[in-house]
């Protein structure tokens, strides 16, 4: 149980494991391109478990089902903001689809077994949307509203680039987040474990997203025929180089300052040269935090023709572009150098990466916050290698971190659950995490 000032006790965590079932179970599949069920009843959802604890909240749609919710609460009761401005929390409502055939438990039950939740959005990121409605519920339900003003934000389509969610408030109702100086947000705060030691990750930083149609045309003609001018022939070499290239290790500030403190649990100094040594020993998330000293390129879709026979005017490629903050134009010019004369670069979406410094007052009230509740673990800043919403309020200028504590075993592959089949989250990993906000909300 917590206490805070003026409050009665209350238990942050009371309803963290019952409220990420039901959100799992409310279906906000988001395909892109305009498609699936939306947000909407995922939205009213959140916007009924705020209205029952007193707290009034208003939903933004950019189109029928697009659906975000923000909402104010705490702060001066004159309503006047503090010399150290509001804090934004916010989370995303949609999930990327799943397949149910592929998993062993369906993807939208909810269910609980061995010890963990199941389901899509599990951990990316109904489990954060989870914490802080238990953890709000729980602090308005008791009195102990914080003397901070904070702006809650559950948005739509953080998995399609936020296009028609935070990047719509931001640009259309950024009168909702007036005074706002820092920002907290999903995929940092969760537990790796490193020879024995946990090691708690908080994200300072992300990469900048290149989502990419590349096309090639050429000279339509008979298939039997010599032809020097083939679009397929053009797309297949520079999806081939793009995807076959060695970027080099770069090395941003939050990187130095994680690999400083791997280095020193395994007995040696950080170097660009072990960089990548140093990153295996993460295990199993060395696939997401490998990706975050270099930049990367991964053709995703390929499209042309139309007959065996017939060659194509036109062949189009899909690749997923990620730059790291400070080298984006090495990863522009390299990219046009890849793709040659005769492909083009189209953006399908285009956003700019970030990274914060590693201090100051938050910064530590996050590190108190999980040392209060696991005592000899390790916190460390690190980028990420995708992208969330703090792309799109960071146009804003708030300081933006991503903060979602999950004490994890070390044997979970938890980064293979993020877009994974039978994503799942541990039952007492979301009850830590609850725990945790609520300490972290009590002096943020």
Known sequence: MSTDADSTPYDPSGEVVELCRELIRIDTSNYGEDEGPGERKAAEYVATLLDEVGIESRLYESTPGRTSVVAHWGGPADGSVPDRGALLLHAHLDVVPAAAEDWQVHPFAGEVQDGYVWGRGAVDMKDFDAMLLSVVRARARAGAVPERPVVLAFTADEEAGGHHGAQVLVEQHAEEFDGVTEAVGEVGGFSTTIRGQRLYLIEAAEKGMAWMRLTARGRAGHGSMINRENAVTDLAAAVARIGAYEWPVRLTPTMQTLLAAVAELVGTEATPDNAESLIEEFGSAARMLGAVIRNTTN????????????????????????????????????????????????????????????????????????????????????????????????????????????????????????????ERVPVDALEFGARVFDRFLGEA
């Not at 673990?377 to 708030?398: C, E, R, W």
Request: proline share 7%.
């Open 299 to 422: 053709p995703t879709m390929l499209g042309a023709g139309y007959k065996v026979n017939v060659i194509p005017t036109e062949a189009t490629g899909h690749v997923d572009g990620r730059f790291l903050p400070g080298y984006e134009d090495e990863f522009f010019a390299t990219l046009a150098e890849l793709c040659g004369e005769h492909v083009s670069i189209e953006y399908v979406s285009k956003q700019q990466p970030w990274e914060m410094p590693y201090e100051g007052a938050i910064v530590d009230t996050m590190t108190r916050a999980l040392l209060a509740e696991d005592p000899d673990a390790i916190v460390a800043p690190y980028l990420m290698s995708g992208g969330t919403d703090a792309k799109h309020f960071n146009k804003l200028g708030m300081t933006s971190y991503g903060f979602a504590p999950l004490r994890l075993p070390a044997e979970l592959d938890f980064t293979a659950l993020f877009h994974g089949v039978d």
